[in-house]
């Protein structure tokens, strides 16, 4: 499976935007999906994932009431809402992919990645 993350940007602190986990391929109804990011200067971190079916939703402490993983099956498409933005969001943001047990927390639990999308958040 083809992963395409979109929907970076810019914004000031407080705003919102929605970032989106396109994939081709295969059918991403049997993958658990994640997203990860990268903030300048530091390792990749974890930030949310979602089960195949929806139902099971972990997420980084960091980002929890604030961030919203969700997935359309019949778009083979998967979401990371943003909401309440922080400039400590700032980073840039990978989707992934496993049909490996999970939904998995750490970077080793997925083995399809797609290319980042920037998110970067003003004071």
């Known amino acids: 499976v083809q992963l395409q993350a979109s929907g970076g940007g810019s914004v000031q602190a407080g705003g919102s935007l929605r970032l989106s986990c396109a994939a081709s391929g295969r059918s991403i109804s049997t993958y658990n999906m994640g997203w990860f990011r990268q903030p300048p200067g530091r390792e990749r971190e974890f930030v949310a994932a979602i089960s195949r079916t929806g139902g099971v939703t972990p997420y980084a402490d960091s980002v929890k009431d604030r961030f919203t993983i969700s997935r359309d099956n019949a778009k083979n498409t998967g979401y990371l809402q943003m909401n309440s933005l922080k400039p400590e969001d700032t980073a840039l943001y990978y989707c992934?992919?496993?049909?490996?047990?999970?939904?998995?927390?750490?970077?080793?639990?997925?083995?399809?990645w797609g290319q980042g999308t920037q998110v970067t958040v003003s004071s």
């Open positions: 992934a992919a496993s049909r490996w047990s999970g939904p998995g927390t750490v970077s080793d639990d997925y083995n399809y």
